[in-house]
């Protein structure tokens, strides 16, 4: 898939911007604050309706404007499509055109567009908490599965509407009645999350192992595991029992929620370990290491992609070549010979070869 065009109204700091791209290596050069990573941020929201860096659609649009436009041509499935965003600074929810015709949800644009973001954060992902590694999961299976999208959007309304009781039990203790019934619901989608996952997850490590291989010249072997709720035996059983395995957890932990007044448990605890030859990187990575298991992780995302969806997906690299050395720059660069890739930096240097080069200063493209 390509990105061959994108008009952008209003996005973030661009008043308007009109910008044609290559097939190939886009270069995005500019100074700090000028809009590079706001430019990866629209082409991430294009296809997915998701920003990586904020939950707040408002944010995304021009300080002072009441509405935002992204608009972009792709060339997917074999043919042409335009994809359009309309976004407003109030209350109006957000709106989706996929040729012209209006749509409800991103999950009806799901597998026309997929991209995959590594950053300079993501190189601490493995070190750092689990809510990094449910962002980066969570990332690329609601790509992967409309279907999960919704699962966990509908998890994560029971979720806050669950706390919300659990605050509230003291001060209305009627709400308590219907606490049995969010509980359920909860294990009814949280099953469903886990079972997606379990299989995200052994086809993430399956691919990531390749890729470290080939970088470690086969000295060290990467293996991923897949944490979840404690019940849960087998991640891979039917849905029907992981809901049962999850309403034992909720039951055996019911007294102890009611006390601290917060949801203790549930697969929104998530996480997953990285091991290098059966040492986790968590606790003995070095930065070498672990840097070279995060790429792997991130090549693996795109070629797990690009596998069930039969097209590469475009891959944004924001700032995060410059942090690497040479040979792990290589390594990155060496594996990305097909689809389109967009990569930020201030400082081009030797990357001005790879492609066509975009200059952005405040928010336009400076032509040459
Ligand atoms: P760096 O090299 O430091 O990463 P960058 O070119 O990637 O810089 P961006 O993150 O794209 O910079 O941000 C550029 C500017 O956009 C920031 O100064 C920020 O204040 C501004 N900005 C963000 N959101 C909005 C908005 N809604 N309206 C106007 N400006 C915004
Ligand atoms: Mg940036």
Redesign the pocket.
Known sequence: MKLNNLHLEN???YGELFAAFDKGVNLIV??????????L?AIAFLGSGRAF?TQKTA???????EFAQIEGSVFSQEREQSLRWVLFSGQRPRQLYRNGVKKKTAGEIAGVMQTVLFCPEDLTVLKGGASGRRRLADAALCQLRPNYEAALTEYSRILEQKSRILKDRYENTALLEILPEYNARLCQVGALLISYRARFFEGLGREASVYHGHFSGGKEEFSLVYRTVSTVEDPFAPVSQLEDNLKAHLESHYRAELESGQCLTGPHKDDFDVFLSDLPVKAFGSQGQTRTATISLKLAQRQLMKKEAGQTPILLL??VLSELDPARQDFVLNQITDGQVFI?C?EPGRFTELGTTIE?KQ?NIIKN
Do not use: M, P, W
């Open positions: 996005f973030r700091n500019g100074d700090n604050a000028q809009g590079k990573t706001n430019l941020e860096r944010e995304l649009v021009h300080f002072g404007a924001d700032d930020t201030c952005i928010g």
